[in-house]
């Protein structure tokens, strides 16, 4: 099985290489609005278990999670493999990391 975590740097190479992976953002839509990363699906957190079917797509793809510092992603992560996505990784840091590590036009909050 994967690690549960996946580095920001991994990541940015996975989209850089266009693997087929599924970018999924966990937080609050008005987190969202203050910053994304391009590509990534939002569903927050507490509406996963009542919109997990739009994820069956993804089912079998590398499913990468995060929020804003990597706890709410790394929980939703084992709630995702306890539901059969195996592939699933929590972006360690979230989005802040991504921000100060990959693209720093990514705003910070």
């Known amino acids: 099985m994967l690690p549960t975590e996946i580095s920001t740097k991994k990541v940015k190479e996975l989209l850089d290489a266009q693997d087929?992976?599924?970018?999924?953002?966990?937080?609050?839509?008005?987190e969202h609005a203050i910053c994304q990363i391009d590509g990534a699906v939002l569903i927050p957190m507490d509406?996963?278990?009542t919109r997990i079917g739009?994820?069956?797509?993804?089912?079998?793809?590398?499913?990468?999670?995060?929020?804003?510092?990597g706890m709410r992603s790394l929980r939703v992560v084992n709630?995702?493999?306890?539901?059969?996505?195996?592939k699933s990784q929590s972006m360690s840091g979230g989005i802040h990391a991504w921000s100060e590590e990959i693209d720093p036009s990514v705003p910070t909050y």
């Open 20 to 30: 087929d992976l599924l970018l999924l953002d966990c937080r609050r839509d008005d």
């Open 47 to 49: 509406e996963l278990p």
């Open 54 to 69: 739009e994820l069956d797509a993804a089912r079998e793809k590398l499913l990468v999670v995060y929020c804003h510092h």
């Open 79 to 86: 709630w995702l493999r306890q539901q059969g996505f195996d």
